[in-house]
């Protein structure tokens, strides 16, 4: 009996499969670092900017400074709510990336089982039919040694 077909080809693209979606996660993790990075210096910056106009308004400041700075504390806000929705967006990749990675392994897992099983029920049945030949075998010797030597007794 031929040895059942390798499963290579399929066990080779099921590990492509996982490993481009760990790229893929990777990748959407270190995105998402990066906006975590960004968001880190825009709240830095915005203290920054508060403390500085704090010392400023001490010594008092016209409307028209004011004015200017409402307007640019209003688009760092926005920067900020911007980058909030960034941040949301990377995570949402990052679970869509996880729950890839979980079904590649498992597919992969499976086929692994699928392909360990094939091989494990082909190499017990050429067990079976090298015990079956060796049975016959020894049967066929033993029944050559007694046939001559129960020939040998009726004459």
């Not at 490993?19 to 968001?39: C, F, I, V």
């Not at 926005?78 to 079904?103: N, P, S």
Request: with cysteine; glycine share 4%.
């Amino acid at each position: 009996m031929k040895p059942p077909q390798s499963l290579a080809t399929v066990l080779e693209v099921a590990t492509m499969r996982r490993d481009e979606a760990l790229q893929a996660l990777g990748k959407a993790q270190r995105e998402s670092e990066q906006a975590l990075q960004q968001m880190a210096q825009l709240e830095a910056y915005v203290q920054e900017s508060l403390a500085r106009w704090s010392q400023k308004t001490r010594l008092g400041v016209s409307s028209h400074l004011l004015f200017h700075q409402q307007q640019f504390m209003g688009r760092l806000d926005h920067a900020i709510e911007f980058q909030r929705g960034v941040l949301q967006r990377l995570q949402t990749h990052i679970e869509r990336c996880q729950q890839q990675v979980m079904l590649a392994e498992r597919e992969l897992a499976g086929l692994n089982r699928y392909a360990d099983k094939r091989e494990q029920a082909w190499r017990q049945v050429q067990q079976r039919q090298e015990q079956k030949s060796n049975d016959e075998m020894a049967a066929n010797l033993h029944r050559q040694q007694l046939s001559p030597l129960s020939w040998k007794h009726t004459s």
